[in-house]
């Protein structure tokens, strides 16, 4: 039996979901993988470093579908050190890294030519 899962990329006007090898669920040693390239069309900057409100956004939000479950990405700006830049972000982040039990740098991807890392927490049972 094969694995599969369901995306939708909100705002996206073409598929984004790149479909790698399925592993079955009986396969010990293979893995099932799905790549997602959430399209900087679907990237919302709101909130942005302090002094420049309008230029460099410190906060991306965009929202996907997983298996019909509304997600929210948040996207925060990093610096070269994959810290994050925005001291209003910067307690927020530590603090969930402290949950998980995470002290490296998360792997980042680029918006704007800026490095940003993301995190993913499903909306309320509301929406």
């Known amino acids: 039996m094969?694995?599969?899962m369901n995306f939708s990329v909100v705002g996206a006007s073409v598929p984004h979901v790149?479909?790698?090898?399925i592993a079955h669920n009986d396969a010990v040693t293979e893995s099932e993988i799905t790549v997602v390239q959430i399209?900087?069309?679907c990237w919302e900057p709101v909130d942005f470093l302090e002094g420049d409100e309008t230029g460099?956004?410190?906060q991306l939000l965009a929202t996907l579908y997983i298996n019909s479950c509304p997600m929210h990405f948040e996207a925060y700006l990093v610096d070269e050190l994959g810290e994050v830049a925005d001291p209003k972000h910067?307690?927020?982040i530590s603090l969930l890294k402290?949950?998980?039990r995470d002290d490296e740098p998360w792997k980042s991807f680029q918006y704007g030519n800026r490095d940003?890392?993301?995190?993913?927490?499903?909306?309320g049972i509301s929406r």
């Open 2 to 4: 094969s694995a599969h």
């Open 18 to 21: 790149s479909q790698l090898p």
């Open 39 to 41: 399209p900087d069309g």
């Open 56 to 58: 460099t956004p410190s």
């Open 90 to 92: 910067h307690k927020a």
């Open 98 to 100: 402290a949950a998980l």
């Open 116 to 123: 940003y890392v993301m995190i993913a927490i499903p909306f």
